[in-house]
Antibody
Framework: EVQLVESGGGLVQPGRSLRLSCTAS????????MSWVRQAPGKGLEWVGF??????????EYAASVKGRFTISRDDSKSIAYLQMNSLKTEDTAVYYC???????????WGQGTMVTVSS | QSALTQPASVSGSPGQSITISCTGT?????????VSWYQQHPGKAPKLMIY???NRPSGVSNRFSGSKSGNTASLTISGLQAEDEADYYC??????????FGTGTKVTVL
């Protein structure tokens, strides 16, 4: 079964850091670009960023709202994608979803999401 | 990058057809055939319904169809069913090599 499982969410103070993990199974992880999408409570979806597969350089792109603060990386040997979040702000409070970009620029597989709450 | 514009809500009776619009610019929706649509039920993760403007992933009902004209993409749900009641989001690739979602549309089955 193709599956993505996020972990690492929780309560963190403003200005601190947190790292989310996304563990994949059921497919050849290294063949796909991986993306993170978030959803603030009661709000819509917001794309956070993605990392290309090694075949396409393993490079990253980010939304303007997180550029310079968030970093996406991947460990293909472990089938894990990471989202390192630094200098967190209260407005970063959201459910964070890990997604596979399996159909060109579409998010075809989604994890169940992990909640990140930034509050003092 | 501003969010793509969708109507806040659309409603229809069972069996009817409804259409949800997604308006962007020539730098996103109008410039690429990389528009996708997602269905999200309350408390659940989104589900891909349409990719590349009009393609359905395996397992998605053929009652869902997509199209595009200029800077506006559309999702049509025909033969509306109670289970179609959900939030729907469009997404597009952009000229900055980023992606952007729409504002979201709540579909209500009357």
């Amino acid at each position: 079964e193709v599956q993505l499982v996020e972990s690492g969410g929780g309560l963190v103070q403003p200005g601190r850091s947190l790292r989310l993990s996304c563990t994949a199974s059921g497919f050849t992880f290294g063949d796909y670009a991986m993306s993170w999408v978030r959803q603030a409570p009661g709000k819509g979806l917001e794309w956070v960023g993605f990392i290309r597969s090694k075949a396409y350089g393993g490079t990253t792109e980010y939304a303007a709202s997180v550029k310079g603060r968030f970093t996406i990386s991947r460990d293909d040997s472990k089938s894990i994608a990471y989202l390192q979040m630094n200098s967190l702000k209260t407005e970063d409070t959201a459910v964070y979803y890990c997604t596979r970009m399996g159909l060109k620029q579409a998010f075809d597989i989604w994890g169940q999401g992990t909640m990140v709450t930034v509050s003092s | 990058q501003s969010a793509l514009t969708q109507p806040a809500s659309v409603s229809g009776s069972p069996g009817q057809s409804i259409t949800i619009s997604c308006t962007g610019t020539s730098s996103d929706v109008g410039g690429y055939n990389y528009v996708s649509w997602y269905q999200q039920h309350p408390g659940k993760a989104p589900k891909l319904m349409i990719y590349d403007v009009s393609n359905r992933p395996s397992g998605v009902s053929n009652r869902f169809s997509g199209s595009k004209s200029g800077n506006t993409a559309s999702l049509t749900i025909s033969g509306l069913q109670a289970e179609d009641e959900a939030d729907y989001y469009c997404s597009s690739y952009t000229s900055s090599s980023t992606l952007v979602f729409g504002t979201g549309t709540k579909v209500t089955v009357l």
